[in-house]
């Protein structure tokens, strides 16, 4: 997953350009910055690699979602459909927009199930936020039938799956809206970062005015734009888009690197009988970035875990237990835990959700590992893990 593991000489020379300029900013002091315009480069490059009409850079992922909340309209008394397995960025942007976030099963996939989505939908739902964990993606076909049946919004967290695809279009270029993130452990990085995506030109107006407090950006002099809508400031830095235009280039490379690695990994454990693996819808766009598996039982997941820690074979994660990636461990969520007042409606549903009914979750949460894939391995190091991982859980399963 990390795209740091390939910093180096590229994105240095592009921050360098930066230092040299003294701009820093993406907007204005155009007679100041020699030309450079790393943002808006960046945005042109994420254009052509990811098949988007429009891209909007942010400062984060989270700010992207935020971004894309506003964009497309999504506010107060809205419903969204979310996973019950994803990142705490989904409700948290959910909730800064005002409106609801309806938790929705997971399937062997690890992603939202259709069908749950489909019974989860009601007349005040505005969108669906399909996210794909781990590197693979969505049953996107499903779920954007589902969308044109009901008319409603689809919203692509693609967060951590940067550069996969289904059906030969890029995650995240797919829906009406889609999200990366260029946080510091993501496929590619900027360090902090993120993206909006878009085909739709109102939206990505609203998301370049939204994301620079609602400055129009019409004209060459910022101080007379307008401000037709009220904004806010997601913008990016010019240092950090340099660094992620070193890193978009060596994105082919990563993906490479990342398939073969996991290819490796999966060798091994496909001779394990009693495992697996995740169901991916289509298995060419997958990102690689991990492995994910399933052992029969719960139990005899959780010993895994344990046993691949205790033998110091780390970056196995089991989500169900020891991370705040699953509804289990939403514990601020569960008691609408927030500093300032809710809006009535979501503060209502988030007390009378039953957090224990997401039994569908549960049982393919508890049995669920994903094995992290790094960049750097030697084939020597692939090779090695792989046999510690298989000998370890048939250890465990005999
Ligand atoms: C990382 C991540 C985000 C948020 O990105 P940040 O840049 O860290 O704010 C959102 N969704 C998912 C699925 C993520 O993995």
């Not at 945005?43 to 429009?54: D, H, K, L, M, T």
């Not at 967060?159 to 590619?188: E, H, P, R, W, Y």
């Not at 492995?291 to 010993?303: H, K």
Request: with cysteine; glycine share 8%.
């Amino acid at each position: 997953m990390p795209g740091f593991e390939l910093f180096g000489d590229a994105e240095r020379k592009e921050v360098n350009e930066v230092l040299e300029s003294g701009i820093l900013m993406r907007y204005g002091f155009d007679h100041l910055r020699g030309g450079r315009w790393k943002a808006r480069e960046l945005e042109a490059e994420i254009c052509r690699v990811f098949g988007s009409q429009y891209a909007q850079l942010t400062s984060s992922g989270t700010a992207a979602l935020s971004t894309a909340m506003a964009a497309m309209g999504i506010g107060s008394g809205d419903e969204v459909i979310m996973p019950t397995f994803t990142f705490v960025a989904s409700f948290e942007t959910i909730i800064a927009a005002g409106a609801i976030p309806v938790l929705a099963d997971v399937d062997d996939s690890l992603c939202l199930d259709p069908q749950a989505v489909e019974k989860a939908i009601t007349p005040r739902t505005k969108a669906i936020m399909p996210v794909h964990m781990c590197g693979s993606m969505a049953q996107m076909d499903a779920l954007l039938d589902i969308c044109k049946r009901h008319k409603i919004l689809l919203l692509e967290d693609a967060c951590q799956a940067i550069g996969g695809s289904f059906q030969g279009k890029k995650l995240g270029a797919i829906g009406d809206g889609g999200t990366f993130s260029f946080d510091f452990v993501k496929t590619i990085t900027c360090g902090e970062g993120g993206v909006f995506m878009t085909n739709n030109e109102e939206y990505h107006t609203r998301a370049d005015q939204y994301t620079d407090h609602g400055h129009d950006h019409i004209g060459s002099d910022r101080g007379a734009e307008t401000h037709p809508f009220i904004g806010y400031n997601f913008r990016i830095s010019e240092l950090h888009a340099a660094v992620g235009l070193g890193q978009i280039r060596k994105l082919d490379q990563i993906l490479a690197i990342q398939r073969k690695n996991n290819a490796v990994i999966k060798n091994a454990l496909a001779a394990i009988p009693e495992l697996s693996f995740r169901r991916i819808p289509d298995p060419e766009g997958d990102n690689a970035s991990f492995l994910s598996f399933f052992l029969p039982t719960e139990e005899q997941a959780r010993s895994v875990a344990k046993a691949l820690s205790a033998n110091g074979i780390g970056g196995n994660f089991y989500w169900y237990d020891n991370n705040w990636h699953y509804i289990r461990k939403w514990q601020h969520l569960q008691e609408a835990q927030s500093m300032f007042p809710l809006q009535p409606a979501v503060a209502q549903y988030l007390r009378q959700t039953d957090y224990s009914a997401f039994k569908q979750s549960d049982g393919i949460m508890g049995r669920a590992i994903s094995s992290l894939i790094n960049l750097s391995w030697t084939e020597e190091q692939a090779q090695d893990r792989a046999v510690k991982i298989a000998e370890t859980i048939k250890k465990v399963l005999a």
